[in-house]
């Protein structure tokens, strides 16, 4: 089972961009998933989370600009980010719970993808 996170990269501050968070192997789908991003010198810290039943809740920071969403056919969990800011620059990193047995889950963490807001 593998979380490949995508969509990072350079980007004007006021700009967009989205990223992408998709699951892959013998999975039965993902549970709750959320984006999480650690800036240099900074601690981790959790962007935005959706539950399994689509529920969102986001960081002070990026509410109002940010917005996560999830495809579960694809197994595919997004991260719209619109009105970017410079203090956004960050390695952004999901973080999934996937059901990968009948009775059991696990958590996963995708390889981080960096996003850097400058002009």
């Known amino acids: 089972v593998q979380l490949q996170a995508s969509g990072g990269g350079l980007v004007q501050p006021g700009g967009s961009l989205r990223l992408s968070c998709a699951a892959s192997?013998?999975?039965?789908?993902?549970?709750?998933a959320g984006w999480y991003r650690q800036a240099p010198g900074k601690e981790r810290e959790l962007v935005a989370g959706?539950?399994?039943?689509?529920?969102?809740n986001y960081a002070d920071s990026v509410k109002g600009r940010f917005t996560i969403s999830r495809d579960n056919a694809k197994n595919t969990v997004y991260l719209q980010m619109n009105s970017l800011k410079p203090e956004d620059t960050a390695v952004y990193f999901c973080?999934?719970?996937?059901?990968?047995?009948?009775?059991?889950?696990?958590?996963?963490w995708g390889q981080g993808t960096l996003v850097t807001v400058s002009s």
């Open positions: 192997g013998n999975i039965f789908g993902i549970n709750a």
């Open positions: 959706i539950s399994v039943s689509g529920r969102t």
């Open positions: 973080n999934a719970v996937i059901q990968v047995e009948i009775f059991r889950n696990r958590v996963f």
